[in-house]
């Protein structure tokens, strides 16, 4: 807008010459400026420079109504007649190439309608009653909030909560930042008659905000230019090292690709598969990132192919072609249809060598992949019509059915409500813009979560279940238990655990493991309101350390049941496998004419017949009456040890001792020595010490350290 237009024949390296975009061709605005002066052309002609977005818009539309765009122009040009740019050209000229950016990507009419007026708000005597008169209530929100996204500081003297109000607006209709990105790039591309530091300070901005919101929308077209305009300002001496390897390369001539592309055209023509193929020149920050990542460029590293398809099967028809007569390198394969990534991105990643060696990396996706990929959400039609019935049954739970939000734009949405203050809301924000991956995991059901990477256990569950997941007790990741500081990986299948006490809340180490804004604006409220107690005062009474405990810590159990061939001689039941019928068993003689009786598959039989014990025949007599250890792995959680000992009284058990080990990785370990009146019931007792919410297994004790006693 006017306070960042400036001239476009912009000197030094700020305006990337090599590599343009093909199919997006630079009009010469001064001309169409100049022409804007002569006033608007009749009612049945469109004038020179709405036409050429006419033009732009009927590619993509071809039934368009094109009425609106003509009134929005004669008034834009009216009210903005007169105004001039720092360069000395006609006003209009920006919103008209702002327009044109959206036109060519693909924006519906009411988007391109409100861009033409865009400014007129904020710059001339229109008033948005005015707007919402002539053009209705969608143009008239838009205006309106692309004129009060304007008015923000996107610096570090950002005022957070008119940030947080202009971004909460936006997330409400994603036509707003779509019209605000473009009206950046526009105004990008014509910075250089500022000064170097207000370049810089702009540069910043939209490298640190703007670039990760058009990532996180979809919109790659703007995102790689707003890159390699913002590399120039930041890097000047690596962008012309950029320059001089695309030159050369240039120069060089014989490009691998065409050849590559060569044999690709003609197995796709064999296999009967049809498909464009394309070379896809890297822009100026990728190739930057490719020489950072292996040093000496080879040709083929200075471009991709890309091969367009009509239908999604005909993807997976190309990948199996090219693994097919090329050889795969499988290290460079991923799959984005079957999963698409957070900002709707679909398409099929790999590369292949040819015999002669050379290396290509392909794209593969369908025409409306691609459209979708290059424009994000500005490609889709109008977002907020009402939805068919097909889409309204095919709505994804927890997430709007309006295809064009994001699910991080949805749970943008979520926290932001859930901030304390603004400045959280702020520092969140920043924090989630900066992580430039994303991974998907998979619930039980199939359903998928998009989270950060480097995102725990702790971020599914808040993702999952919201503040519910202050329950949550653990999970199991890809079928193996898990602690909630677990961090995932892409593809990862995660089954959250939630406990049963309402009152159960998060712990303070939460914080450490949370990576997601939600997760840790949920933690942090629930600590706020409920405080951790005051210590309690200290006892004078000297207390004993807490001890991992060890098997000779246990009492041993009573063996009356146990008949051995011995006679005269002591029956003990080992403590460190404590067996009790029907187990198997076996027996040793030991010192003091001792004889202990072990389960089969205690590891300490083995040992005994290693140091040469004599093996005594036993078996289990008349009694049913039994002693035995378990123990009961759980997370933690209040209240667990008298859940778990209301368990066993129930089931008529009568607990000898019990011993609680100090937590560890979220994970406490109990040990109870119990008497049976009767050791059929031991199965029953262990369904229902797992049946407590927050225990995870109850097993037989095993303690090596008993061996050998």
């Excluded at 890809?478 to 089954?495: C, F, I, K, P």
Aim: aromatic share 4%; net charge negative; glycine share 6%.
């Amino acid at each position: 807008m006017s306070a960042e237009a400036t001239n476009p024949a912009m000197p030094g390296p700020v305006t990337p010459a090599v590599q343009r975009r093909r199919g997006l061709p630079r009009l010469d605005l001064r001309r169409l400026g100049r022409a804007a002066l002569l006033g608007p052309a009749t009612r049945d002609r469109l004038p020179d420079a709405i036409g050429h977005v006419a033009e732009a818009h009927r590619a993509h539309y071809p039934d368009a109504d094109l009425e609106p765009l003509r009134r929005a122009w004669v008034l834009a040009e009216s009210s903005h007649r007169g105004q001039m740019r720092k360069s000395g050209e006609p006003y209009i000229t920006h919103p008209l190439a702002v327009t044109l950016i959206l036109a060519q990507l693909g924006a519906e009419t009411t988007t391109l309608t409100a861009s033409l007026l865009h400014d007129t708000v904020e710059d001339t005597d229109v008033t948005l009653d005015q707007v919402r008169t002539e053009f209705g209530d969608d143009v008239c929100y838009l205006v309106d909030g692309v004129t009060k996204l304007e008015k923000v500081d996107y610096g570090a003297a950002a005022e957070p909560e008119t940030f947080r109000k202009m971004l909460v607006a936006t997330g409400n209709d994603v036509r707003v930042m779509s019209i605000k990105l473009a009206d950046r790039l526009h105004n990008m591309r014509t910075l250089g008659v500022m000064r170097p530091e207000k370049q810089a300070r702009i540069a910043k901005v939209t490298r640190d905000v703007l670039i990760p919101l058009a990532e996180r929308l979809g919109v790659q077209a703007l995102k790689t230019e707003l890159e390699d305009l913002v590399f120039a300002i930041l890097h000047p001496e690596e962008y012309s090292q950029v320059q001089e390897l695309i030159a050369a390369n240039a120069v060089n001539g014989g490009d691998p690709l065409e050849h590559t592309a060569d044999d690709v055209r003609a197995v796709l023509r064999d296999a009967g598969i049809a498909a464009e193929v394309l070379i896809r020149p890297r822009h100026f920050v990728s190739v930057h990132r490719v020489h950072r990542k292996r040093g000496e460029m080879r040709a083929a590293d200075f471009g991709r192919l890309l091969v367009l398809v009509n239908e999604d099967a005909d993807c997976y028809g190309v990948l199996g072609e090219l693994h097919t007569c090329f050889t795969p390198v499988v290290s460079e394969f991923k799959d984005f249809i079957a999963v698409p990534k957070f900002n709707l991105y679909q398409s099929l990643h790999t590369a292949v060598a040819r015999p002669d060696g050379e290396v290509a990396e392909v794209l593969i996706r369908t025409h409306q992949m691609h459209k979708v990929a290059e424009a994000g959400v500005v490609a889709l039609p109008n977002p907020y019509a009402p939805p068919s019935e097909e889409q309204s049954d095919t709505a994804d739970e927890g997430e709007r059915a309006d295809p064009t939000r994001p699910g991080w734009l949805s749970r943008l949405l979520d926290w932001q409500e859930a901030a304390p203050d603004p400045d959280t809301f702020w520092s969140t924000l920043r924090e989630d813009l900066a992580q430039d991956r994303e991974i998907a995991v998979f619930r039980p059901d199939g359903g998928t979560l998009g989270l950060p990477a480097g995102a725990s256990c702790v971020d599914a569950a808040y993702a999952q279940y919201g503040e519910d997941a202050h329950a949550c007790i653990g999970a199991r990741v890809n079928g193996r238990l898990a602690t909630l500081s677990t961090v995932l990986r892409d593809g990862d299948t995660v089954q959250l655990l939630m406990g049963q006490d309402a009152a159960a809340g998060p712990s303070r180490e939460w914080l450490d493991h949370a990576r997601t804004p939600g997760a840790r604006i949920a933690i942090r409220r629930w600590l706020t309101t409920h405080p951790a107690p005051a210590p309690a005062p200290a006892v004078s009474t000297p207390q004993k350390p807490e001890k991992t405990v060890q098997a000779s810590d246990f009492p041993r159990p009573a063996a009356a049941n146990a008949v051995v061939d011995r006679e005269g001689a002591s029956v003990r039941l080992a403590g460190c496998c404590t067996p009790v019928p029907p187990d198997e068993v076996t027996a040793f003689a030991v010192r003091g004419g001792v004889v202990t009786v072990h389960r089969v598959e205690c590891p300490a039989v083995e040992r005994m017949k290693e140091v040469g014990r004599a093996e005594v025949g036993v078996r289990w007599g008349d009694s049913a009456e039994c002693r035995v250890t378990l123990i009961a792995e759980s997370f933690g959680r209040a209240h667990l040890l008298a859940d778990l000992t209301e368990a066993i009284a129930l089931e008529g058990v009568e607990v000898m001792s019990a011993t609680v080990e100090p937590p560890s990785q979220q994970r406490v370990r109990h040990t109870y020595t119990l008497q049976l009146p009767d050791a059929a019931r031991l199965p029953g007792l262990m369904r229902a010490m797992r049946a407590v919410p927050g225990v995870y297994d109850v097993s037989r004790a095993q303690h090596p350290a008993a061996a050998t006693s």
